[in-house]
């Protein structure tokens, strides 16, 4: 059984960062959750319908914590994440049509149909994926902060992950060279209290926390609930200061929950876990309920524009479908592209020498 | 016989394996509780108990680094990795500790473990989720390789696998798990580095190992009824051991080889067995030996495309044919 989270103090709704908030840009972060939450049922839809193959890893419940940090960025900001990571990347501004087709496997795909659900990617937007391999991206989150520091910009790489991910070597070594040499990485642990069918009690040993481990490498940590995202926007702010003002890296837990199985494949999510644990969080922690209902206590919302907002969504989501159904699937020559740069642009390094192998 | 697939094939070999030696312990991520990501060990946990099958958390450096250590103190560790590509991450682990400790000690230890868990491609999971690192690791002495085809086979070389007193990286293939084979009830053995002829003829010898082996079955098929060819269809089940006398045999009786792996051609198995053939078997040869390999690219996730990146029985059949005009 996971802990209880925490409920948020009332105190992170007048944060600076909170106070300076527009009603329109209140609205936008309930249009932003919700056209996560939209997207991935119809994505759901499609992958039941046989539309799409390989794993589908639903972010639903966790939507508070993309939207919340991700609507922190400024232009030298960067993100970077797991396999999860339909959330994230609408959160940044991809296109439900691109990452729709993307799982639909056609060549409008944000990766041409290459990555699948796992990879999308995204540069122009300071998204660089998408990552399958549990924290494969937390030293590459490092190393973003590192180019960063480098070229003399005050940014930030929000890495995140999964409260599975924190048990990797790679993610200590890449703790220890933050600290060491000063670098602005956010470690974001999504902490939705399971890996796959493993409770955090039956995966990680730790004393408060997860986060609080970044303790033995004087990281500054901290833990947050995560369903409202006035605690999310105040708790990322502090580190993106630490960041930008200091250089300085921060692990920052956030607590959330996942409603659906670790995948769409996941028979057993409802064994590891209770039915009634899941309606618990769904009835009382739902992050965008708890969004609705702060908007509509404090007057820049109606039902009204709720449902607006909300059918928009779901027409976007019904439309990015439309997109992906129409689209054409990638062309078989298309598999020896994209492997080598040279190669694609034909340059004389690209030229010289064999690349390929199959006769 | 009874029909199992080749998943309850492993299943049982590892059941059978942990009631007769006491030191065999299963670890892995999910392999107890949840009964196994692809439930290969399942129910294993409930008759076994916390002791002999034990979920880590994700850290296979440390999971796989720690079977190596324990088994220097007689220990047996049967290691699943969710997915064989996960291997990447304890890659130190397996190629320098369990590869070279015996050759490093000069014999004094040795390190009887298996890593288990699928190796392929063709599920849509992409190219971090997709590898076949049959030939990177049969590139280490030290290590042993094996990859079945069928739930027999599976079921023989695991518990061969488990007794071996040397380190064995056992690949199986998510596309075959619910696939069924007859499998006897009594016990059996089959020894690493024994091929299986799984189809006799006299025309061709298709060499092939792990899927493979069954798509070349279904080339001899098509060879035979669209054009007269008889295939010999050899699965070589073990990489390294490698049962070269058996692709010798069949190459003296047919004089012509295609060699078939889902893996990507350059240094694959086959190019291996390329090499043996020129030196061991050039005058026997009555056509160069040629290869189809999964086309030389990372995975690609389109479920329509990546079918074609894998051999397939039309990829094979020309292949076969052009050595006959
Ligand atoms: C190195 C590696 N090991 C195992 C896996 C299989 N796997 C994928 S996700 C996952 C659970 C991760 O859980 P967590 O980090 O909590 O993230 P969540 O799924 O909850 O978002 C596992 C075991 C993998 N992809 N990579
Ligand atoms: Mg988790």
Redesign the interface.
Known sequence: MPMETPESTPDHASAPVNRSLSPEQKRRFLSDMLRIRRFEQAALKQYSGGKMGGFLHLYIGQESVAIGTVSLMGPNDHVITAYRDHGHALAVGMGMNECMAELFGKATGCSKGKGGSMHYFAPDKNYWGGHGIVAGQTPLGLGLAYGLKYKGLKGAALCFMGDGAVNQGCFYESLNLASLWSLPVIYIIENNHYSMGTSLNRSSAFKSCLAERAEGFAIDWDLCNGEDIYTVRAKTQEAIERAHQNSRPTVLEIETYRYYGHSVADAKHKVYRSEEEIERYKQNHDPIQRWKKQLLGEGVLTEAQYDEIDIAAQQEAEASVQFAESSPLPSEASILEDVYYEVDHGTAAGTTGRHFFNN | MPLITYREALRHALSEEIQRDENVVILG??VA???G?YKVTEGLWKKFGDKRVV?T??????FIGMGIGASMLGLRPVMELMFW??A??AWDQIVNNAGFVRYMSGGLINCPIVIRGPANGG???????SHTPENMLANIPGLKVVCPATAYDAKGLMKTAIRDNDPVMFMENTLLYGEKWEVPDEEYLIPLGVADLKREGSDVSLIAHGRAALTCLKAAEILAAEHGIQADVLDLRSIRPLDEEAILRTVRKTHRAVLVEEN???CGVDAQISSILMEKAFDELDAPV??V?A????A???????V??LPRPEDIVPKVLSLFS
Not at chain 2, 300 to 306: G, L, N, R, W
């Open positions: 991520e999910e509780e949840y009964d990501a979920d958390p994700i850290s296979e450096a440390a590509s996960f990447t991450v599920t849509n999971v992409g190219a971090t989720h990507k051609p350059f040629l290869r390999s086309i030389d690219a990372p690609f996730y389109s479920p329509k495309i990546e074609k990146q």
